[in-house]
């Protein structure tokens, strides 16, 4: 079964609430996929809704990954983009830079995105709008 954010949300949340409850029911009978656009609104959503920090997401997120209650469709990529958030990159950026096809080239006109997706994500192909 395939989840939105608001429930995934719920399921890492554990607030008690009635969705939190039904959330939780639904990790106890289904496997549970996660799709990459669901975890890059679930960070957003702990981030800026819960204000949860960098770290405790990072937290989470590598629990997801470890835990077998769920199948993470574009798992490679998702690992890659997770570890780069890890080392400083905004997750989002990452998300699509690792999401990307590897065949052809990120073009961005966001500076501040090529000069980190160099620093931590070297393999990733992305260019200056500008430049091209």
């Known amino acids: 079964m395939t989840i939105d954010t608001n429930i995934l949300f719920r399921i890492l949340l554990k607030d008690g609430s009635d969705q939190w409850q039904l959330a939780a029911r639904l990790l ?25 920090s960098r770290s405790r997401v990072l937290e989470l997120f590598q629990t997801i990954m470890a835990s077998h209650d769920f199948v993470i469709v574009d798992r490679d990529d998702t690992e890659r983009a997770i570890a780069a958030f890890e080392a400083g990159m905004d997750f989002a950026d990452a998300m699509h830079l690792c999401l990307s096809d590897e065949a052809t080239t990120f073009v961005t006109f966001d500076r501040d995105l090529v000069r980190r997706a160099r620093r931590y994500l070297p393999s990733a192909s992305v260019e200056l709008a500008d430049i091209l």
Do not use: F, G
């Open 28 to 52: 106890q009978s289904h496997r549970i996929v996660i799709i990459p656009t669901v975890l890059l609104e679930t960070e957003w959503v702990l981030r800026s809704v819960a204000k949860y």
